[in-house]
Each structure stands twice: as structure tokens, then as C-alpha cells.
């Protein structure tokens, strides 16, 4: 039995979740394909596939299998491509977890260019406002806003987010227009709150103007642990909230959201890929890391980012 391709044949039909799909995806017989994966079965001593006639399903064995088959068959592929000819393209699965209102309205969109540009890298791309466990969920790089607090990871600065406070003119109506950002922590206003999973708090803010400075931590009848979801409790005029001013540029424009305190600013927070230390920066992290700097610049020169 040839262990890799036994593998390959695996991982393939997980993914497709077909033995005959798998079979096309590899130019193979769907005959040599069970053979394979039948092969590795006995090998290994253990059930990976549950098959009926109408589907396949991985057995917990043959999941655990799965996610480390698929570390071991990348890590080839990056070690063949390094050694191959430099003008080859970048090619291979990559894992990146991203922040969902970052995914949605600058990464997504973008994608079409990056994949022409490399067409042979998969993105399996996680969204969301968690902390992840990168060594364990095997997670390529990440992208985040804030200061990093795990200082065991690598991490590169990609760019800044410039940040205001915004509220519903629904919100405003009830509570009034706050004059001075101090008002935000007393009634009848409220804030809309960020819960780090972690901590499980919600987060406060500075605001500064001059020498001045303001601690924002007010009230709050909602707070979240997804951006996309503060965002609707804004819409919703549940509170007043601190956005990147990406997110609620669209909303001001339709007069959906009102900018707060034109005197005042926030720290810009910035945005970084981390990855996993001790860890051979592949080629196709690399290119990835590489584009992912270039649209924040191009978004930068729009004035949608600082």
C-alpha cells in the first residue's frame, strides 16, 4: 500500500464526501479508491468511514485521522514546493480565521483577485470574533483587531483601524444627543457592550480631545461577542457603539447611523496576522500574509482605512 496516496484517497473522499467524486477529483478508479482507503483501514485497525449506499460519514476515529492526514499531506506539499522550480505558483490547503465584519466587507469581496492570482491555494476560512487555538484547531494564520495578548505568537502588523462612536438616530430621539462622551456612562444612555469570550466582560473604551481623555463604560442592555451582531444592535438603537468607521460608513451615508463627538478621537486599533511560532512560514502563508498587506494599503488610500 502506498501510505500517501492511501491518504490523499482518504482525505478526498471526506472532503467530497463520495467515493466516486473522490475517485474523479483524483483521476482514479472509484475501485482503486476503496482499495485505498480499505488498505489504510486495516493498517490502521480501526473504522474511519461509515458507508451506505446513499452517503459517507467519517467515524470520530476517522475525523481525528482526517485533521491529522491533511496536516501531514500539506506539509509535503509545502516542502515539494519549496524545493521546486521558484516560478511555480503556490499551491495547497490554507486555514485562516478571520473577524466576521472584516470578512464580509473587506476580505470576501476582495477574494476573486487573490484567487486568480493563485488559483491552486484553498482557502478553508473561519469567521469569526473567537479566540482560537491555532496549534490546536490547526489553524494557519489568523486575523485580528486589537493588541495581541498572546505574545507566544508570530505576528505581523497588516494595517489600522480607524474607530468612532455611533448611535441610531432612533436611540438618539430616546436618549438624547450626548454632548460630552462622559454622558455615555450615566443615564439614560446605554453603550452596546463587546464580550471577549475570554475575559467575559464587556469591554470599555478611551476617548481623548487635546489633553483630555474619557473613559467610556457605561450601561449596557445588550452585549456581544461578534461584530456583525453589535453592529445590528447599534441599527436597532439599543445603545451607543464604538465601530470601525468602515463598518458604519455605509450606515451614515443612508442616515442609518450618526457619528458621535466630531471633536473627539479614538485610538486607531490595530489589525495583525498571527501564526503559530517554530512554525515554516509556507509559501502559500507567505503570498497570503503579502496580500492581505496590499488591501489594507488599497483600502487605506481610499480613506475607508488609516
Same mark, same amino acid.
Given at each position: 500500500?502506498? =501510505?500517501?496516496?492511501?491518504?490523499?484517497?482518504? @482525505?478526498?473522499?471526506?472532503?467530497?464526501?463520495?467515493?466516486?467524486? +473522490?475517485?474523479?477529483? $483524483?483521476?482514479?478508479?472509484?475501485?482503486?479508491?476503496?482499495?485505498?482507503?480499505?488498505?489504510?483501514?486495516?493498517?490502521?485497525?480501526?473504522?474511519? /468511514?461509515?458507508?451506505?449506499?446513499?452517503?459517507?460519514?467519517?467515524?470520530? %476515529?476517522?475525523?481525528?485521522?482526517?485533521?491529522?492526514?491533511?496536516?501531514?499531506?500539506? #506539509? !509535503? %506539499?509545502?516542502?515539494?514546493?519549496?524545493?521546486?522550480?521558484?516560478?511555480?505558483?503556490?499551491?495547497?490547503?490554507? =486555514?485562516?480565521?478571520?473577524?466576521?465584519?472584516?470578512?464580509?466587507?473587506? $476580505?470576501?469581496?476582495?477574494?476573486?483577485?487573490?484567487?486568480?492570482?493563485?488559483?491552486?491555494?484553498?482557502?478553508?476560512?473561519?469567521?469569526? %470574533?473567537?479566540?482560537? #487555538?491555532?496549534?490546536?484547531? &490547526?489553524? %494557519?494564520?489568523?486575523?485580528?483587531?486589537?493588541?495581541?495578548?498572546?505574545?507566544?505568537?508570530?505576528?505581523?502588523?497588516?494595517?489600522? $483601524?480607524? /474607530?468612532?462612536?455611533? +448611535?441610531?438616530?432612533?436611540?438618539?430621539?430616546?436618549?438624547?444627543?450626548? &454632548?460630552?462622551?462622559?454622558?455615555?456612562?450615566?443615564?439614560?444612555?446605554?453603550?452596546?457592550?463587546? =464580550?471577549?469570550?475570554? +475575559?467575559? !466582560?464587556?469591554?470599555?473604551?478611551?476617548?481623548?480631545?487635546?489633553?483630555?481623555?474619557?473613559?467610556?463604560?457605561?450601561?449596557?442592555?445588550?452585549?456581544?461577542?461578534?461584530?456583525?451582531?453589535?453592529? @445590528?444592535?447599534?441599527?436597532?438603537? $439599543?445603545? @451607543?457603539?464604538?465601530?470601525?468607521?468602515?463598518?458604519?460608513?455605509?450606515?451614515?451615508?443612508?442616515?442609518?447611523?450618526?457619528?458621535?463627538?466630531?471633536?473627539?478621537?479614538?485610538? &486607531?486599533?490595530?489589525?495583525?496576522? @498571527?501564526?503559530?511560532?517554530?512554525?515554516?512560514?509556507?509559501?502559500?502563508?507567505?503570498?497570503?500574509?503579502?496580500?492581505?498587506?496590499?488591501?489594507?494599503?488599497?483600502?487605506? +488610500?481610499?480613506?475607508?482605512?488609516?
Amino acid at each position: 500500500m502506498d =501510505r500517501f496516496n492511501a491518504m490523499q484517497a482518504f @482525505a478526498r473522499v471526506v472532503e467530497t464526501g463520495s467515493f466516486t467524486k +473522490a475517485a474523479e477529483t $483524483l483521476h482514479m478508479s472509484k475501485t482503486s479508491v476503496t482499495q485505498l482507503v480499505q488498505q489504510l483501514e486495516a493498517r490502521l485497525r480501526v473504522k474511519l /468511514l461509515n458507508r451506505t449506499t446513499r452517503k459517507v460519514n467519517v467515524t470520530a %476515529d476517522g475525523a481525528a485521522y482526517y485533521e491529522r492526514a491533511i496536516k501531514l499531506l500539506d #506539509d !509535503l %506539499d509545502d516542502a515539494e514546493t519549496s524545493l521546486s522550480n521558484a516560478s511555480m505558483l503556490p499551491r495547497g490547503r490554507l =486555514r485562516v480565521d478571520v473577524p466576521s465584519p472584516f470578512a464580509r466587507m473587506i $476580505l470576501i469581496p476582495a477574494l476573486p483577485a487573490f484567487h486568480a492570482r493563485y488559483p491552486d491555494i484553498q482557502l478553508d476560512l473561519g469567521v469569526s %470574533d473567537r479566540m482560537v #487555538d491555532l496549534i490546536g484547531e &490547526s489553524v %494557519d494564520c489568523v486575523i485580528r483587531g486589537g493588541e495581541l495578548t498572546d505574545l507566544s505568537l508570530m505576528a505581523r502588523r497588516v494595517g489600522d $483601524l480607524s /474607530l468612532g462612536v455611533y +448611535a441610531a438616530p432612533s436611540y438618539l430621539e430616546r436618549a438624547g444627543v450626548p &454632548s460630552h462622551p462622559k454622558e455615555l456612562s450615566f443615564p439614560p444612555h446605554y453603550i452596546i457592550g463587546f =464580550r471577549w469570550v475570554r +475575559a467575559g !466582560l464587556a469591554s470599555s473604551y478611551a476617548i481623548h480631545r487635546n489633553d483630555e481623555s474619557i473613559n467610556v463604560q457605561g450601561r449596557y442592555v445588550i452585549s456581544v461577542d461578534d461584530g456583525n451582531a453589535g453592529l @445590528a444592535a447599534g441599527l436597532a438603537g $439599543l445603545g @451607543a457603539i464604538r465601530l470601525p468607521d468602515y463598518m458604519a460608513m455605509e450606515h451614515v451615508s443612508r442616515g442609518e447611523l450618526v457619528r458621535l463627538f466630531d471633536e473627539w478621537h479614538l485610538d &486607531s486599533m490595530p489589525m495583525y496576522i @498571527a501564526y503559530p511560532p517554530n512554525r515554516h512560514v509556507s509559501a502559500k502563508l507567505r503570498v497570503f500574509i503579502d496580500w492581505v498587506v496590499e488591501l489594507m494599503a488599497q483600502h487605506a +488610500a481610499k480613506g475607508v482605512l488609516t
